[in-house]
């Protein structure tokens, strides 16, 4: 490896939340030491002291920091084409999950599913967003609805991590639908294996978070709380699903633990989003979900700006709501659905995002100290990352400072 490298013509984006215009260096350059940015500024100011290290040219590239995917089920067995094929035809989401399909469904493909089963579909997933210039993504279990088959599902989104050059953050999503076996039990569900369960995967290691499906089809606000009191008493962080299909005031709760993020927030009540902006949490917009359910209400986007909510984007790939692989369409649905700016899109996938996993400081930025973790792209302007829709324009990545 080497340990000083000096990149230059390039122009940067460096994503400085005190800066405007994506914080853009036109002529710029970057130096790495050790794996972190040493100096990052304007090439004609380059300190003397770094103009011997080894130089090398991006070829007037555009430069970000490496994008984060900051909530995925990349994890999961089989596919739902045939519900995309049933909404279409009229049925609801709502409707095919109270039918016994929807998230169930999934639970029984991942189930049958092998251990090389589901990584080999996973590596699929990953690699394309690898393809878009990702180096950190968030994996959640829910899909396996026993102790042992959420275990399963972490252990397999971990390994990910020895195969593919990413950083990998895994969040223990249990309370996500009611297993068939459980039915009308959903309190003993959540003692016996959403409980139980994380206790035991979290003394594994297991556990970078902890997460719940705050819905009428999924838990209660009062049952995800039981679990929310469990995680703060092992030390680990709460995110949520939250008023994704209707207003359970689980952003709120989010707030109360002190937690990550909320995420989807679709039906979050305007007069929630002040209190909401008081606990810090991030804002996790989804518009992939929206998109695939053809969802017409679109969350509260100007009270969010307004407040000083900070938006991250994630592509919530999954097989039933969002089986989307691109966090380019990701945000290029956040601009064109959600009136996201291209500036906002790519900072709801570097800077927002990593302070929606608690990785700010080391990513999501290019700025001294922070890790050498960066994307380098076929495109003049910051703006075209969210503007065009179709093949990447993805050059390369920059991971500790090595090419690849
Ligand atoms: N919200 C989602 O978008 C996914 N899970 C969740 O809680 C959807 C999961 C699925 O339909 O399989
Ligand atoms: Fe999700």
């Not at 853009?24 to 990052?40: Q, S």
């Not at 004609?44 to 430069?63: D, F, M, T």
């Not at 180096?135 to 026993?146: D, F, M, Q």
């Amino acid at each position: 490896m080497q340990r000083e490298v000096l990149y230059t013509e390039c122009r940067v984006a460096t994503m400085h939340s005190g800066k405007p215009e994506y914080g853009l260096i036109e002529n710029g350059a970057i130096v790495v030491r050790n794996g972190r940015i040493a100096w990052v500024g304007d090439a004609q100011g380059l300190p003397a002291q770094y103009s011997n290290y080894s130089n090398e040219s991006l070829g007037q590239r555009l430069i970000t920091p490496a994008l984060i995917d900051c909530h995925t089920h990349l994890v999961f067995g089989g596919n739902r084409a045939s519900e995309f094929e049933m909404r279409l035809n009229g049925a609801s989401y709502e409707e095919i999950s109270k039918a016994g399909s929807g998230i169930v469904s999934t639970v029984r493909a991942t189930r049958l599913a092998s251990d090389k089963e589901l990584l080999q579909s996973a590596i699929t997933r990953l690699d394309d967003l690898i393809s878009e210039g990702v180096a950190v993504v968030e994996i959640k279990s829910g899909y396996g609805l026993t102790i042992a088959d959420e275990i399963r599902m972490l252990r397999v989104a971990r390994k990910l991590e020895s195969l593919r050059p990413v950083k990998i953050l895994t969040t223990w999503l249990a309370a996500h639908a009611l297993p068939v076996e459980y039915e009308d039990k959903p309190d003993d569900y959540i003692n016996e294996v959403a409980i139980l369960g994380l206790q035991q995967a979290a003394e594994e290691g297991l556990v970078d978070a902890v997460d719940g499906f705050c819905e009428t089809i999924g838990f209660s606000p009062a049952q995800i709380e039981r679990l929310f009191e469990v995680a703060h008493s092992l030390g680990l962080p709460v995110k949520l699903h939250a008023e994704q299909l209707s207003d359970q005031k689980g952003a709120l709760l989010v707030g109360k633990y002190a937690g990550l993020s909320a995420d989807h927030l679709e039906y979050l009540s305007v007069d929630d989003v002040p209190k909401f902006a008081e606990s810090g949490a991030v804002a996790v917009m989804l518009p992939g979900a929206f998109y695939t359910l053809r969802e017409s209400k679109i969350p509260p986007i100007n009270v969010f700006r307004s407040t000083g909510v900070e938006m991250a984007i994630a592509t919530d790939c999954n097989p039933g709501s969002s089986p989307i692989s691109s966090i380019l369409t990701a945000m290029n649905i956040a601009c064109t659905q959600f009136s996201m700016t291209p500036e906002e899109a790519l900072a709801g996938t570097t800077r927002c995002a990593a302070q929606a996993l608690g990785l700010q400081g080391d990513y999501g930025v290019i700025e001294d100290g922070a890790l050498a973790e960066l994307a380098v792209w076929n495109v003049q302007h910051p703006a075209e990352l969210s503007y065009w829709v179709g093949p990447s324009k993805f050059h390369k990545r920059i991971s500790h400072g090595e090419t690849s």
